[in-house]
Every structure is written in C-alpha cells, then in structure tokens.
C-alpha cells in the first residue's frame, strides 16, 4: 500500500490552507480515516476523524475551523483549515485503517506535513 500526502506549507494568521493524502494499491477498503498533529512533549494530539460512513469527530480546538472529508473511490483523505492560528502551527499526519485484498488490516500512516502558521 503506498500513501501520498500533499498541501501544507506557511501562512498566515487568519489564512487557509489544505491538506490532502490517499492511499492506493491492494486495497479492499479503507475503515476509518484521520488527521493527528505533533505537539509539546512529542505526543500527537487527535486533529480530526472520519468514519467509512461518514461521521466525523473533531478536537474542540479545531471546531468550526478545520472540515475532514474523505473519498471511497480514491481513498483519499482532505483536511480544510481555515481562521488558522498561530496555535495550529504542527505536522499533520495522515492515518488510514486499510483492509487489503485478503483481508489482512493494516494502519498506514503518512510521512508528516509541516503547517506553519504566523501573524
């Protein structure tokens, strides 16, 4: 399964920017999919999920802010950030919940993103 991740980069207080990943290769489906960022102390904080039918969760900080949306049929995973703060500067990491053909499920993880927001 190879995982490809794009968008990111700098902006400013106030600004957007996107997000997006996708998976391909011997995959029967995708479960869950979702968006973590690295904070202090190294830990990486939950950013926002999405169910394979489409229920999403997001951390109170990011709500009303950032929008997670997914699509079945490329099996790609978008982030739309939007009144970015200087707070949400991170590395986003992508993660899916991958069945491949076989049945086998495997956790797949994107390389990190850097987002760097400044006023």
């Avoid at 950032?66 to 490329?74: G, L, Y």
């Amino acid at each position: 399964v190879q995982l490809q991740a794009s968008g990111g980069g700098s902006v400013q207080t106030g600004g957007s920017l996107m997000l997006s990943c996708e998976v391909s290769g011997n995959i029967e489906r995708v479960n869950g999919m979702g968006w973590y960022r690295q904070v202090p102390g190294n830990r990486s904080q939950l950013v926002a999920i999405i169910s394979n039918r489409g229920q999403r969760t997001y951390a109170d900080s990011v709500k009303g802010r950032f929008t997670v949306s997914r699509d079945n049929v490329r099996n790609a995973l978008y982030l739309q950030m939007s009144s970015l703060r200087a707070e949400d500067t991170s590395v986003y990491y992508c993660h899916f919940q991958v069945v491949v053909v076989g049945g086998e499920i495997i956790d797949k993880w994107g390389r990190g993103t850097e987002v760097t927001v400044s006023s």
